[in-house]
């Protein structure tokens, strides 16, 4: 969910630029202090394996495809602040490297993925997790389901952006139905590739997933 430059006008474009950079500014505070010398190579990590996977699309409807927003994946690996800037750095390379999305949309497009898809699926992570019993297949689960939400969450902010100033004669209503009954099936093309993601890392170094810290912190409480 790319939004391409002209889609929506200038203004707008001009507006959700500037608060995305104000938010992606407060958001390089919370990341160095929850980065450190064993997080920060997995950060990098997950931000080129989301760079390489949105590059991959995979079919979804009739003329139709999809590709990971990795806004949930990234959130549970290296924490919402660190997902926002990953995201962020993503978008603007695809950008200016592939024109995969417009230049003067980079405000929209981060806004949409780098800041409602990341800390709306990170709430929701959250939510779930702590619903669940404190274990390490908790984690996945609530990462699975996050990451399906977050896609239409994502859909969300773009249909309030062309709500504001769409370029285009199609009306909300129409456009809402076609990007949601879209987008629902790629949400759990979402929920599959962050499920397998996150069980491998958790398999491997559970220790560097800052979505289950907290949790490993409370299973050692409770053995002692």
Request: with cysteine; aromatic share 8%; hydrophobic share 55%.
């Amino acid at each position: 969910m790319h939004i391409p430059d002209g889609f929506i006008d200038i203004p707008t474009s001009a507006a959700f630029a500037g608060v995305s950079a104000l938010a992606v500014g407060a958001c390089l505070k919370g990341a160095a202090k929850s980065l450190d010398e064993k997080t920060a190579p997995l950060a990098g990590l997950t931000a080129t394996f989301i760079f390489a996977v949105q590059m991959l699309n995979f079919p979804v409807a009739a003329g139709t495809s999809g590709h990971l927003f990795g806004s949930v994946l990234a959130a549970v690996l290296v924490g919402p602040y660190v997902a926002t800037l990953a995201l962020s750095v993503v978008l603007l390379l695809q950008a200016l490297l592939f024109a995969d999305g417009g230049l003067t949309a980079a405000g929209l497009n981060v806004f949409n993925l780098s800041l409602v898809g990341v800390w709306v699926g990170y709430g929701i992570f959250l939510l779930v997790k702590k619903a669940l019993p404190k274990n390490k297949a908790s984690i996945t689960t609530a990462a699975t389901i996050a990451g399906f939400i977050s896609v239409p969450a994502a859909v969300m902010g773009f249909l309030l952006q062309y709500a504001i100033g769409a370029n285009s004669t199609f009306s909300l209503t129409a456009v809402f139905t076609g990007m949601m009954s879209t987008h629902v099936l790629i949400g759990i093309g979402e929920a599959v590739i962050t499920a397998f993601s996150v069980t491998a890392v958790m398999a491997t170094r559970p220790d560097l997933v800052y979505g289950y810290r907290g949790t490993k912190q409370q299973l050692e409480i409770r053995r002692a």
